[in-house]
Nanobody, 115 residues
Framework: QVQLVESGGGLVQPGGSLRLSCAASGSIGSINVMGWYRQAPGKQRDLVATITSGGSINYADSVKGRFAISRDNAAMTVNLQMNNLKPEDTAVYYC?????????WGQGTQVTVSS
């Protein structure tokens, strides 16, 4: 069992920046992929970015060039630096990890981009 605790959401104006962080605990030895997903009201949950234990990164097309994912394998944390935020980035952002024991989700953190 893996527990995930997210932090860093909030309200920001268009063009602003936010940094999300997620700390994993529990059965972390089995974790391979760490990442972020988001879900806007009335929409499905979509991938934002993922990073493997070897450092391979995947971004959704909509965030390429604006968001940057990073992880600390020793501390078992994953971060998402979000720059040049747009109103369409407004969503609940979920940390997620995938390992031999399956997928785990965080509780979600709200990101609102509005003037």
């Amino acid at each position: 069992q893996v527990q995930l605790v997210e932090s860093g959401g909030g309200l920001v104006q268009p063009g602003g920046s936010l940094r999300l962080s997620c700390a994993a605990s529990g059965s972390i030895g089995s974790i391979n992929v760490m990442g972020w997903y988001r879900q806007a009201p009335g929409k499905q949950r979509d991938l934002v970015a993922t990073i493997t234990s070897g450092g391979s990164i995947n971004y959704a097309d909509s965030v390429k060039g604006r968001f940057a994912i990073s992880r600390d394998n020793a501390a078992m944390t994953v971060n998402l630096q979000m720059n040049n935020l747009k109103p369409e980035d407004t969503a609940v952002y979920y940390c997620s990890v995938l390992g031999v024991s399956g997928r785990s989700w965080g509780q979600g953190t709200q990101v609102t981009v509005s003037s």
